[in-house]
């Protein structure tokens, strides 16, 4: 190991992540605003149009969390500290994504103000609302090293937290500016979190939920264009999304 490699990994600059632009779930799926969204991702077709869902802090730094956790020798103190909001991954890491093999290879950087929250404080939130333990059985894991329990507990927390969005936009469906840019969040949500797993272990659901989300931004467009049964379709859409991830993750149990 080279004398600057010892240097950046004493300093806890070098971890593992991958990445995503500011902005927080609770905003997102509480207060979203056509005023605070880039007009570049609102207009129509923006799903089919855009390369690359929008990134937020709050999925680079579970990125980065996933990324250590499939080390063999993963860091779990240092997992720890992002999930806590001490330490953020560096946007600058989703460039080098496709050379990422090791957590050694991703930065984290120490917390700035540029986001005050957190993973840990956005699953405290939906354990408060939705009465689950997600918190506990992340600290809990982390406490024993157990990869595996902190893994399950952040699918969970990131269904939840989809299932806040998209029924927040369903709410706000008639903000045409604000809808396309918060169902790329949420098509970033479940690519980072969910759509892998379920791939590999309930494949015919994990179609069936990638075909509701392209059906969902549909029916936006559709809402867009005026379209009176598009509503429903959405409706009945992110109902459909939902129950194939949620069989997808009772099925893999099994």
């Known amino acids: 190991m080279t004398v600057s490699q010892s240097s950046m990994l004493s300093t806890?600059?070098?971890?593992?992540?991958?990445?995503l632009a500011a902005l927080e779930v609770f905003a997102l799926a509480n207060r979203i605003e056509a005023s605070t969204l880039d007009p570049a991702f609102c207009g129509p077709g923006v799903l089919h149009t855009t390369v690359e869902p929008p990134d937020s802090q709050l999925t680079r730094d579970y990125v980065a969390i996933?990324?250590?956790?499939?080390?063999?020798?993963?860091?779990?103190?240092?997992?720890?500290?992002?999930?806590a909001g001490d330490l953020h991954a560096s946007p600058a890491s989703r460039a080098a994504t496709p050379l990422l093999q090791s957590s050694g290879r991703v930065q984290l950087l120490k917390a700035d103000h540029r986001w005050s929250g957190?993973?840990?404080?956005?699953?405290?939130?939906?354990?408060?609302?939705?009465?689950?333990?997600l918190a506990q059985k992340i600290d809990a894991g982390i406490q024993s090293s157990d990869a595996a329990m902190i893994e399950a507990a952040f699918r969970?927390?990131?269904?939840?937290?989809?299932?806040?969005?998209l029924t927040s936009i369903e709410q706000r469906l008639d903000r045409s500016a604000g809808v396309g840019r918060s169902l790329q969040h949420a098509?970033?949500?479940y690519s980072e979190s969910l759509d892998a797993y379920l791939s590999i272990h309930a494949?015919?659901?994990?179609?069936?939920?990638?075909?509701?989300?392209?059906?969902?931004?549909?029916a936006a467009d559709g809402i867009?264009?005026?379209?009176?049964?598009?509503?429903?379709?959405?409706?009945?859409?992110r109902a459909n999304f939902l129950r194939a991830i949620r069989e997808g993750m009772n099925a893999s149990l099994g």
């Open 12 to 19: 806890g600059i070098c971890v593992a992540l991958a990445g």
């Open 66 to 83: 996933r990324i250590m956790l499939k080390d063999p020798h993963a860091r779990f103190e240092q997992i720890k500290r992002v999930y």
């Open 118 to 133: 957190s993973l840990r404080g956005e699953v405290q939130r939906l354990d408060r609302e939705r009465g689950t333990q």
């Open 156 to 165: 969970e927390a990131f269904t939840t937290l989809l299932d806040d969005l």
């Open 187 to 189: 098509r970033r949500y």
């Open 203 to 218: 494949a015919p659901q994990a179609a069936r939920a990638s075909l509701a989300l392209d059906a969902m931004a549909r």
């Open 224 to 237: 867009k264009e005026g379209k009176p049964s598009a509503r429903d379709w959405f409706s009945r859409e």
